[in-house]
Nanobody, 114 residues
Framework: QVQLVESGGGLVQAGGSLRLSCAAS????????MGWYRQAPGNQRELVAT???????NYADSVKGRFAISRDNAKNTVYLEMKSLKPEDTAVYYC????????WGKGTLVTVSS
């Protein structure tokens, strides 16, 4: 029932930064867990970062120290701040939410050029 819409993807040079947004159609206050996943062509979908309702975060080893996830309940939005981007970060990034049910956005493409 909850709709998630990602935005902020695009083309960026290696070493650059980008911020992704995930806007929910309704309140995310009751969502226990929200996060970002990504999938590159030919690869499996992988977890990038998650954040609980209590603010606890978890990151994939490949992005630790470079990415930061945050949650703004007032704006019903989750963000993913990415810095020091690498070509291997190129993928479609998907927003995910878990509450009573589980929800997925349609994704936003991030392309990092070398």
């Amino acid at each position: 029932q909850v709709q998630l819409v990602e935005s902020g993807g695009g083309l960026v040079q290696a070493g650059g930064s980008l911020r992704l947004s995930c806007a929910a159609s309704g309140s995310i206050f009751r969502m226990q867990l929200m996060g970002w996943y990504r999938q590159a062509p030919g690869n499996q979908r992988e977890l990038v970062a998650t954040i609980t309702s209590g603010g606890n975060t978890n990151y994939a080893d490949s992005v630790k120290g470079r990415f930061a996830i945050s949650r703004d309940n007032a704006k019903n939005t989750v963000y993913l701040e990415m810095k020091s981007l690498k070509p291997e970060d190129t993928a479609v990034y998907y927003c995910h939410a878990r509450g009573v049910g589980m929800y997925w956005g349609k994704g936003t493409l991030v392309t990092v050029s070398s």
